[in-house]
C-alpha cells in the first residue's frame, strides 16, 4: 500500500540557518511527490512537486528537494530559514488512479524558527 | 481570481445533529476532492468528483458521510447524526482536468468540532 512517513514530528531551527525535513515514500510506481506548507488557519500551498525527469526540483520560497529513488526518499531543503517560514510541512505522494491524483499525506514537521 | 472557498470556517455541533459543509472551488477546475485532517495528522482523503460525477468515494468512513456536486462547480460534505470522532478540519481541494499531476489548490478549511 502507499504511504508516506515523516520522521520528524518537530524541527527547530534558528534563523538563517539550513533547513531539512526528510521524507520517505512507499509507492509501487514512479511516483508523483509534493511538498505542501500549511500555515495556521490557511489552506495547503504546494512547495514543490516531482513527476519526472530532473531528480533535484526547485520550489516557491527558494525551497528545493530532491528525489532519490534507491532510499524512497524526497527530502526538503532550504539553505538559509526565515522567521516567515514557520509552518507545518508536509509531504505526500499521488496514488494515480483513472487519470487523478489521490493525494496520500504524511503527518507532517512542525518548524519553528528561534530569532 | 479568486482562490478555493469554504464555508463555514468553523462548525459546533452536538452529537447526532447533521451538517454540511461548503466548498466553492477555482471558476473552470474540473476536478474536486475532500479530504479530512484530524488534529496532528496530515489530511487524509475523503472523496472525488470529475464535474457532477462522484468517481471516487474509497475515503469516506461511513455511510453518515455523503457528498455531491450537482451542477458541477458547488459542492457540499454532508455528515448525518455527527459524532465526536467526526471532529477534524476539512480540506476542499480542486484542479484544472487533464494530466494527473496537475496541482491541487486548497482552500482554508472547515473546523469542525462535535460535542
Known amino acids: 500500500a502507499q504511504s508516506v512517513t515523516q520522521p520528524d514530528i518537530h524541527i527547530t531551527v534558528s534563523e538563517g540557518a539550513s533547513l531539512e525535513l526528510r521524507c520517505n515514500y512507499s509507492y509501487g510506481a514512479t511516483p508523483y511527490l509534493f511538498w505542501y506548507v500549511q500555515s495556521p488557519g490557511q489552506g495547503l500551498q504546494l512547495l514543490l512537486k516531482y513527476f519526472s525527469g530532473d531528480t533535484l526540483v526547485q520550489g516557491i520560497k527558494g525551497f528545493e528537494a530532491e528525489f532519490k529513488r534507491s532510499q524512497s526518499s524526497f527530502n526538503l531543503r532550504k539553505p538559509s530559514v526565515h522567521w516567515s517560514d514557520a509552518a507545518e510541512y508536509f509531504c505526500a505522494v499521488g496514488a494515480r488512479s483513472g487519470g487523478y491524483n489521490k493525494l496520500i499525506f504524511g503527518a507532517g514537521t512542525r518548524l519553528a524558527v528561534h530569532p | 481570481g479568486a482562490g478555493v472557498s469554504q464555508s463555514p470556517r468553523y462548525k459546533v455541533a452536538k452529537r447526532g445533529q447533521d451538517v454540511a459543509l461548503r466548498c466553492d472551488p477555482i471558476s473552470g477546475h474540473v476536478s474536486l476532492f475532500w479530504y479530512q485532517q484530524a488534529l496532528g495528522q496530515g489530511p487524509e482523503f475523503l472523496t472525488y468528483?470529475?464535474?457532477?460525477?462522484?468517481?471516487?468515494k474509497s475515503g469516506l468512513p461511513s455511510d453518515r458521510f455523503f457528498a455531491e456536486r450537482p451542477e458541477g462547480s458547488v459542492s457540499t460534505l454532508k455528515i448525518q447524526r455527527t459524532q465526536q470522532e467526526d471532529s477534524a478540519v476539512y480540506l476542499c481541494?480542486?484542479?484544472?482536468?487533464?494530466?494527473?499531476?496537475?496541482?491541487?489548490?486548497f482552500g482554508p478549511g472547515t473546523r469542525l468540532t462535535v460535542l
Open positions: 468528483f470529475q464535474n457532477e460525477a462522484q468517481l471516487d
Open positions: 481541494a480542486s484542479s484544472f482536468s487533464g494530466p494527473a499531476h496537475n496541482e491541487q489548490f
